[in-house]
């Protein structure tokens, strides 16, 4: 007598394959097809726990999401005898959702337990359909439960038309243990991701919050920072784009700070891009993020800092040198708040506001064609400009007694007072660097005066070649230079700036701080001006 065929065709097979998959939902559509690969086979269906209003052939179907976990039917596939046109790989329908408890499938779920019937009775209160039974010739029934570390995760069932054998069943026993682990698998991984991205946000958010720690105060009793402060707190409260302008060092991120500081989404994160220090390559991953694979190099998904500022407020700091060619990518964001992560297809939303800053007139750059004027007219919508130091010489020793008061507190030492003649000196220094520049030569002073008399070392006359950002010098002052004659002088200066400091850009007594720019606009604006450290 020849041996009875096997129910299953080719279980193991399927074992190895289910290795392979890299999603549940194909792991669990690879099981049920190749279980109901056998012509012993009718139907096999897997069937997942999940908690209410989660399932979204549910809300798709306008099926109420009910208050407990129920199992909803995942993946299906069979083939009727009877009716061979019908689908049975359809997973809504009348027996997509089982309460636990409920009928065979609900009590394996709720048992943790398996249920076999070797042989159906058409008329066992366990059939729901005894009609189909008979008309597909069902004969047996093996529903195993997905379980893992004691949790039920889901049901495996099949429907047979041969008897279920001792076989068949550790056969199915095995692949629910399979399917089980790689479900719980692909959970913890969906939850490592999770929390990666949380933990992204939050590192972000704690890095806006030290910066914000770092930058303090306003301090200044001049009519022209007051002017500045009564636009500020008349734009904040709205969600206008502000474009702030001013030299270099002026205090221009402590405005956006401010703004960000006393409107309604002061709550949420700002987030800063420094659009000088983002390598070309790069801008539209480190604005809009990327998906894995979208480059070489990116190794894993990664949130745009438009998400992580969603609900707050997006600094676009030295907002010039964007390149020309994602200006109208960054309207877009701006006009409809929608963006694509590179490498995907879908697109996002965000609700952010945006301000931005430079110390370019981007008129000019506008007319010129080095920035889109569409994007300098909606970015343009609220300016501030924040003066120059020189044209609020009233600021200039408070400001000075305040970096004097942070630097004894950060050196933890008493530090000598501003004397008068300091005083007198601070105030006749025309502050090219302005702000910036003022601190650093307060925090240098400090550090050298251990406790004698405060020790200022200001430069005493400033060479015209030295000034990136200085007024020109009075007889210069009406002399118009064409836009190649000023880049060329702008090019000699940062030249003598580099000799001064021996190539150094960086740190104190860099290129950077003679000139009074950050380190990163230095080496974006070498760059746009073709200036080599090794000229
Ligand atoms: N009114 C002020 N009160 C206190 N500190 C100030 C004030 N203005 C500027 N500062 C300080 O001066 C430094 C430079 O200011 P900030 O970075 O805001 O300038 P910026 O105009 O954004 O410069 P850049 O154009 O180079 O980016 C910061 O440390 C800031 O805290």
Request: some cysteine; hydrophobic content about 40%; charged content about 25%.
């Amino acid at each position: 007598m020849a041996a009875a065929e096997p129910i299953f065709t080719d279980p193991k097979q399927l074992l190895l394959e289910m290795a392979e998959q890299r999603s549940v939902d194909s792991l669990l559509r690879l099981v049920a097809a190749r279980l109901a690969d056998s012509p012993q086979v009718a139907l096999a269906r897997v069937w997942l726990t999940l908690p209410p209003g989660t399932c979204d052939i549910c809300r798709q179907s306008g099926r109420e999401p009910g208050t407990e976990p129920a199992l909803h039917l995942v993946a299906g596939a069979g083939r009727s005898v009877a009716a061979p046109e019908e689908a049975w790989d359809q997973i809504d329908g009348a027996f997509h959702r089982f309460a636990l408890g409920e009928r065979k499938v609900g009590q394996i779920g709720l048992s943790g337990r398996p249920l076999e019937v070797p042989d159906v009775d058409p008329h066992s209160p366990w059939v729901a359909d005894s009609d189909w039974v008979r008309r597909e010739g069902i004969t047996g029934f093996g529903g195993q439960p997905l379980v893992h570390h004691g949790r039920v995760l889901g049901v495996l069932a099949v429907f047979t038309r041969a008897p279920l054998d001792g076989e068949a069943l550790g056969w199915l026993r095995m692949v629910a243990n399979h399917a089980a682990a790689a479900i719980a698998t692909a959970r913890a991984f969906e939850e490592v991701e999770t929390l990666r991205r949380q933990l992204e946000l939050e590192t972000e958010y704690l890095r806006g919050e030290v910066r914000a720690a770092h930058y303090g105060r306003f301090v200044g009793q001049s009519p022209a920072l007051d002017a500045v402060l009564r636009q500020v707190e008349f734009v904040a409260p709205t969600d206008a784009t502000v474009l702030i302008t001013g030299e270099s060092g002026t205090g221009k991120e402590l405005v956006a700070r401010e703004v960000h500081a006393r409107s309604r989404r002061a709550a949420r994160a700002l987030i800063k891009v420094n659009c000088a220090a983002v390598p070309r390559d790069l801008y539209e991953s480190e604005f809009f993020g990327h998906v894995r694979g979208a480059f070489t190099g990116a190794v894993r998904d990664r949130v745009g800092r438009f998400e992580l500022a969603d609900g707050g407020t997006l600094f676009l700091d030295e907002v010039g040198e964007l390149p020309l060619d994602l200006q109208p990518k960054l309207l877009r964001v701006l006009q409809e708040g929608e963006f694509e992560r590179v490498g995907e297809e879908r697109t996002r939303k965000a609700d952010v506001r945006v301000v931005a800053a430079t110390n370019r007139d981007l008129r000019r750059e506008a007319e010129a064609g080095r920035f889109r004027p569409d994007l300098y007219f909606r970015l343009g919508v609220f300016p501030i400009e924040v003066p120059p130091l020189r044209r609020r010489p009233e600021d200039v020793v408070p400001l000075g007694e305040h970096f004097l008061e942070q630097a004894a507190k950060r050196l933890g030492r008493p530090v000598p007072k501003l004397t008068p003649a300091d005083a007198e000196r601070l105030r006749g220094y025309p502050w090219p660097g302005n702000v910036r520049e003022l601190q650093h030569v307060i925090e240098r002073a400090a550090i050298v005066s251990a406790g004698r008399r405060l020790a200022l070392n200001l430069p005493e006359a400033v060479p015209a070649a030295d000034r990136a950002t200085a007024p020109a010098p009075a007889g210069a002052r009406d002399q118009v230079l064409t836009e190649a004659e000023f880049r060329d002088l702008e090019r000699q200066n940062i030249r003598a700036a580099l000799r001064k400091a021996a190539g150094k850009i960086y740190g104190p007594g860099g290129a950077a701080e003679l000139l009074g720019l950050k380190p990163t606009t230095l080496a974006s604006r070498m760059k746009a001006l073709g200036v080599r450290l090794a000229e």
